[in-house]
């Protein structure tokens, strides 16, 4: 295997242009500084309550199962040309799936063109007939798209970026990129002031105006809300913090209601109606007329409001079938179906297990492949096989060979590598990145995303639930002077000059009080 | 709002203010446990605790006597009583967590710093080492939370809900608390008792019952006067001026309760209104008449009504 890419470091000794600055920086910290730096942000964390709940665990001191997700403070930093790249990669690839979507549920083109094989779309279990016909919104689907990233080395030592995976149902995560920022902004300032960093700040901003723009068109002030399955879920935080950011209810299931084809939430005031939901639902659950029938987390009758054209759902209900594991390796071909581009972003090469030749290839390297469920998550249901004992690869296999079509296989990418905190010292761990992309009237995005971080040494497993932390995900501005590719935008500049004239304000009205 | 969201507020109120005045209530026996006391009534003022929050069968459950030690262990560390300041602030901050976007992040960050920092509290055994120290600490955080509310939230629905959730759980603990120091001495007290001739009660317990709500300064500087009972019933009934009294306590929740009015919540408005106006005009002489035990039951039972009205109404609509 080719060597992991270090985000930092070319070679021993060297340090990467793009991260000169910061490793000045680091240089002249105090080891005993930085790991009171590191406390302080725990501490702040658990006061704000930016915790996450694990399935069947208990805290240390049994108070409870609400865990800190672990933060480090070196920052992954991503150079400005890179991202402009990666960034158009996005934009082509999100737009690309929700045509993918759209033709699913509709004329099926791509089926007929014979692109993607028709079985791989109407057999799987993502596939929703519910869905056949409906029109939403500007035939937008995957509103919100979390878009899993990895670099991995070349034989050149040179690092390319990859999509893993498309996350286009309930992607989560966006909450810990504006906290990370904010927490490493409170602690070290001076990194800010001596960085040109783009800001993310504005994303509850971006995504109000996305869930917006995605309303039933006959209304004009829609009312947006945010269903949540309630508190002990374990992404309620975010739930509440995207909630209070955009200044919309967060609702649960048992606060809506069906009647007369319009979905209702219960007030303090009577009834009030529903135009756009962003839920962070699954399908499955969000009616149980329609869906699972025991589910209390949704709200009877949604379905037919929603097939009406009389609400908007956020996402819409069967995008799983763009974003499932077997579907995954056709989306490069989807960019060139749909928009007729090269694809800017590089898919992992994938064998399909359903696939004859494919299986035979993946029983043969199982020690060297990385086996995943088709519909698994959250880093469950996995084979890593470097990193797997011969009694688990055996023990896989057999599963495998017992239901080839729930599995494809990929090469194990060394996943780039970048500086964390460890137990002793600062040593390199391998990253990943999910970059969030929003899609209403334009497609946009923040500069950024949330980069995860496997703590475990040579752990390629960056899921929380894994024993994943996270990092601050800096996109550097282009150099003061050149000009500004368009799309970009330029909100340091008008920040500070709003400031500057709000705070002389204060001043006159100072002086004459 | 939503009608779940209220109803959280409301309970987060309450459920703080439980905790306050759980630790009012412990902290005046405690410190009157100090002063020396026959055995006898040193259980009677622990008794009275457990009868204030009728929890005294749930507590015989538990623990063979009723002593000082036992009845401040159930009622501030014991996560199986439901009303232990330990439950009431986990309570108040798992329903603040579950609306903590409604809460400004003060207003959140307070309860849930409290919360951990309570916990943490009974886990190095600070309350044991000094229980006087834990319960002033409550009441200062609940002055805290009340604080950052009041000087950070958008005055909207969203305080009234608060704010009714504080003055009904406050005016039913004052009830209480009355009934059961009162109660505990006579049976029923029709303010026979003279200048002299009151029962082997003396400075101490009236000054205790004071303490508790923070009035013992506050009936000097109204009264000019050595305490009497009938007084101390006034002050802690019918002075609309002092913050903890039954009258206090309806002023505001009828003003907030006004602020929320809705189509179905006239009645319950109408209910919260009369009460709030016997206690505008009523006597102090009158109330002893009709017996005081008799006076706060009635009033206990209303104010549980309005309570019930307000949830009709507003926190769980059919």
């Known amino acids: ?513 | 709002m939503l009608s779940r969201t209220a109803d959280h507020l409301f309970w987060m109120a309450r459920y703080m203010e439980r905790a306050e005045n759980t630790a009012r209530m412990l902290d005046v026996n405690y410190q009157t446990s100090l002063l020396p006391q026959s055995a006898d009534r040193a259980e009677q003022g622990w008794q009275g605790v457990l009868g204030i929050s009728e929890l005294t069968q749930a507590f015989q459950k538990k623990h063979q006597d009723v002593d000082a030690r036992s009845v401040m262990h159930f009622m501030v560390r014991d996560g199986q009583n439901l009303s232990s300041i330990v439950s009431c602030l986990s309570a108040a901050r798992e329903n603040a967590r579950a609306v903590r976007g409604t809460l400004t992040t003060e207003l959140w960050e307070t309860t849930n710093q409290t919360w951990l920092e309570f916990n943490r509290m009974l886990r190095d055994n600070s309350f044991e080492r000094d229980p006087a120290a834990l319960f002033e600490w409550v009441k200062f955080r609940s002055h805290l939370s009340r604080g950052v509310t009041v000087g950070t939230m958008l005055q909207d629905e969203a305080l009234h809900f608060i704010r009714i959730g504080t003055f009904l759980e406050r005016a039913d603990n004052t009830a209480r608390l009355l009934d059961v120091k009162f109660h505990a001495l006579a049976g029923d007290y029709f303010g026979a008792w003279g200048h002299d001739d009151a029962p082997e009660v003396d400075f101490y317990h009236w000054s205790a019952i004071l303490r508790s709500v923070s009035g013992f300064e506050i009936y000097r500087r109204v009264y000019r006067n050595v305490i009497r009972p009938d007084k101390v019933a006034e002050l802690l009934i019918l002075r609309p001026d002092m913050p903890r009294s039954l009258a206090a306590c309806m002023n505001e929740l009828f003003a907030n309760l006004g602020h929320v009015a809705n189509e179905q919540s006239s009645e319950t408005q109408r209910r919260a209104g009369r009460l709030r106006s016997d206690l505008q005009f009523g006597r102090i002489d009158e109330i002893l008449a009709t017996g005081l035990h008799a006076f706060l039951t009635q009033f206990l039972d209303r104010v549980n009504d309005i309570g019930a009205g307000i949830s009709r109404d507003f926190l769980v609509p059919a």
Request: aromatic share 8%; net charge negative; with cysteine.
């Open chain 1, 1 to 513: 295997m080719t060597p992991s890419f270090d985000e930092m470091h070319a070679g021993a000794t060297a340090v990467r242009a793009h991260y000169r600055g910061f490793d000045r920086w680091l240089g002249q910290q105090a080891p005993e500084l930085m790991a009171a730096r590191r406390e302080e942000a725990e501490l702040i964390f658990r006061r704000v309550g930016i915790t996450f709940a694990v399935y069947g665990a208990k805290d240390e001191d049994g108070s409870g199962t609400e865990r800190l997700i672990p933060f480090d403070l070196i920052p992954r930093i991503i150079p400005h040309d890179e991202w402009q790249t990666m960034q158009a990669g996005l934009v082509q690839r999100v737009t690309a799936l929700n045509r993918f979507i759209h033709d699913v549920y509709h004329g099926q083109e791509i089926l007929k063109a014979g692109i993607v094989p028709s079985d791989q779309v109407l057999k799987n279990a993502q596939f929703r007939p519910e869905m056949m016909g409906v029109d939403v919104p500007r035939g937008l689907y995957s509103h919100i798209s979390g878009i899993d990233i990895v670099r991995a080395a070349q034989p050149d030592g040179s690092g390319t970026y990859y999509v893993l995976e498309d996350n286009l149902r309930v992607p989560s995560g966006v909450s810990y990129m504006l906290e990370n920022r904010k927490m490493m902004m409170r602690l070290f300032p001076e990194l800010f002031a001596s960085h040109r960093i783009a800001p993310v700040a504005h994303y509850p901003d971006l995504l109000l105006e996305t869930l917006r723009d995605v309303a039933p068109a006959s209304v004009n002030e829609p009312t947006v809300v945010v269903l949540t399955p309630g508190m002990y879920n374990s992404a309620y935080f975010e739930h509440a913090f995207l909630a209070q950011q955009m200044g919309v209810e967060l609702v649960e299931g048992q606060d809506l209601f069906v009647k007369d084809n319009f979905v209702y939430m219960r007030t303090t005031q009577g009834p009030k109606r529903v135009d756009v939901i962003y839920r962070r639902v699954d399908d499955d659950f969000l009616d149980p007329l329609a869906f699972r029938p025991n589910s209390t987390l949704g709200c009877a009758g949604l379905l037919d409001v929603y097939r009406k054209g009389n609400v908007t759902l956020s996402n819409a209900i069967g995008t799983g079938i763009a974003d499932d594991k077997s579907i995954y390796p056709y989306v490069p071909k989807m960019v060139e179906f749909y928009l007729g581009e090269k694809p800017i972003l590089e898919n992992v090469p994938t064998y399909l297990c359903r696939d004859k030749d494919d299986l035979r290839y993946v029983l043969d390297h199982l020690g060297e492949l990385v086996v995943k469920e088709v519909h698994g998550a959250g880093g469950y249901g996995m084979l890593v096989g470097p990193a797997a004992s011969k009694a688990e690869i055996e023990e896989f296999r057999a599963q495998l060979v017992g239901n080839p079509s729930n599995y494809i296989a990929q090469p194990t990418l060394a996943l780039s590598t970048c500086p964390t905190f460890v137990e002793r010292g600062i040593a390199p761990r391998h990253i990943d990145l999910r970059p969030f992309v929003l899609s209403g009237k334009t497609v946009q995005m923040v500069p950024g995303g949330l980069t995860r971080v496997a703590l475990k040494e040579g752990s390629l497993v960056v899921n929380s639930s894994q024993g994943g932390g996270t990092k601050d995900t800096w996109v550097l501005e282009d150099e003061p002077g050149r000009d500004t590719v368009p799309g970009t935008l330029g909100g340091p500049g008008l920040q500070s000059q709003s400031q500057s004239q709000s705070q002389g304000s204060q001043f006159q009205s100072q002086r004459q009080g």
